[in-house]
């Protein structure tokens, strides 16, 4: 590993005191913080089937639990149970149209890490994990959990890779106006870009248990960014736009029976339009989608042209053009949807039900084309799961998807 990858900023402060119980809202345990038996026994059930666990070592390890439960007020995973509790997790998710692939979720276990340099070096570590030379493969990392006695480590960062975004003085931004709040956080802790420009790499803003934050660089090739052209139209390359190579949600806490891990950081690949119709075009985001229609030579003046419709469709095109030319996994809207629709079939088939948000299944392009726009789904919600932490950007839509990444308000 490099020593941009290792280095971590010596400014620290003390961090606000938390805005939320140790027992997130989706996970009420007893009074004193614990988790409930109900909580316990339910996910242990489901381990149970998930594993093929003997009877006999089911009521043996249950008593384990419910015994250190009452002596400690909480009580310890195995690393096999943290990785089959992150799986259905991922499978329970109802707004991730990556679930197919949930049996193949690689679980790095980092509960060991605890210090802002082991937890820095952890996340760079879990990034060139999921990169897989650009294969990218869906990972999970799961840190020390919240408990009775104290708060797990946390980032401040929606994503481990994510860019900046600065007011300027004439009253513009610049940069992912997303980030502009984090930016301002790490700046207060003494982190510096140089010059400002639109895709600065944010650091990591670590909250360590003990309540200091500090930051650690991200190094660029951590990022994989992927310079943005048109495979025909030559006038796109010179917006300079890019983007990284795959998001890794880490706003979101892991709950396993009644254990809340306010870190574990979660990667997986894009699906294009999440970049072309929505990061680059969103007006609360890089509202770039007149200059693009301008690169693309099409006609503004009315919105009858279909202008807005066409430049999206082409920087679709381009982004996964970029992609595969980057060797960087990525889907086009059509194959993540027509996978998914797979795979609800296959569960049907075997009596199984899933339960999804209709509403962040469909794609933000060309959403009638899709056989998700046509289905319906229950929405119950299952534990384990995951729930979106409070953040220093509220006010922002959130990003509520563990596997694609940003998605829709």
């Not at 010596?10 to 805005?19: C, K």
């Not at 708060?151 to 300027?168: H, K």
């Not at 052209?229 to 890794?248: D, K, M, Q, V």
């Not at 075997?350 to 469909?362: F, K, L, P």
């Amino acid at each position: 590993m490099t020593a941009a990858a290792t280095a971590t900023a010596t400014a620290t402060a003390t961090a606000p005191g938390p805005e939320h119980p140790h027992a997130l809202d989706f996970a009420e345990g007893r009074d004193d913080g614990s988790p409930s038996i109900e909580e316990v026994r339910g996910f242990f059930e489901q381990y149970r089937e998930h594993t093929k666990m003997p009877a006999e070592e089911y009521v043996r390890r249950l008593a384990d639990v419910e015994a250190e439960i009452a002596i400690h007020g909480t009580y310890v995973h195995t690393t096999d149970e943290l990785t089959v509790g992150a799986r259905l997790a991922f499978r329970n998710h109802l707004r991730c149209i990556g679930r197919p692939y949930w049996r193949s979720l690689a679980v790095r276990d980092c509960r060991h890490l605890t210090s802002a340099d082991e937890i820095g070096r952890g996340c760079i570590e879990h990034l060139e994990t999921a990169a897989n030379r650009g294969k990218v493969r869906p990972v999970i990392s799961v840190f020390a959990p919240d408990g009775p006695r104290g708060r797990g480590p946390r980032v401040r960062n929606r994503q481990l890779v994510s860019y900046a975004g600065y007011r300027l003085p004439d009253g513009s931004g610049l940069g992912d106006p997303q980030g502009i709040k984090l930016t301002e956080l790490a700046q207060s802790l003494g982190w510096s870009p140089g010059t400002p420009g639109r895709f600065d790499l944010l650091p990591l803003v670590i909250e360590t248990p003990d309540g200091r934050l500090g930051v650690h660089e991200i190094p660029p090739s951590a990022a994989r960014e992927v310079p943005i052209s048109h495979p025909t139209i030559p006038a796109l390359s010179e917006l300079g736009l890019r983007w990284y190579g795959f998001p890794t949600v880490s706003d979101m806490a892991l709950s396993i029976g009644g254990i809340t891990y306010p870190l574990a950081p979660f990667s997986g690949w894009y699906v294009a339009p999440e970049i072309s119709a929505r990061d680059f075009t969103d007006p609360h985001r890089y509202n770039l989608l007149p200059q693009i229609a301008s690169a693309f030579g099409l006609d503004t003046r009315t919105r009858g042209s279909l202008w807005q419709d066409r430049a999206m469709i082409e920087l679709t095109a381009a982004v996964l053009w970029s992609f595969e030319r980057d060797g960087m996994r990525i889907d086009d809207h059509h194959t993540a949807s027509d996978r998914f629709h797979r795979w609800t079939l296959a569960e049907s088939r075997h009596g199984r039900e899933v339960d999804a948000e209709w509403a962040w299944m469909i794609s933000p392009l060309s959403p009638s084309a899709t056989p998700v726009f046509h289905q319906t789904y229950p929405a119950r919600q299952r534990w384990p799961n995951f729930v979106r932490l409070p953040g220093i950007d509220d006010d922002m839509p959130k990003a509520t998807c563990p596997y694609h990444g940003p998605g829709r308000t």
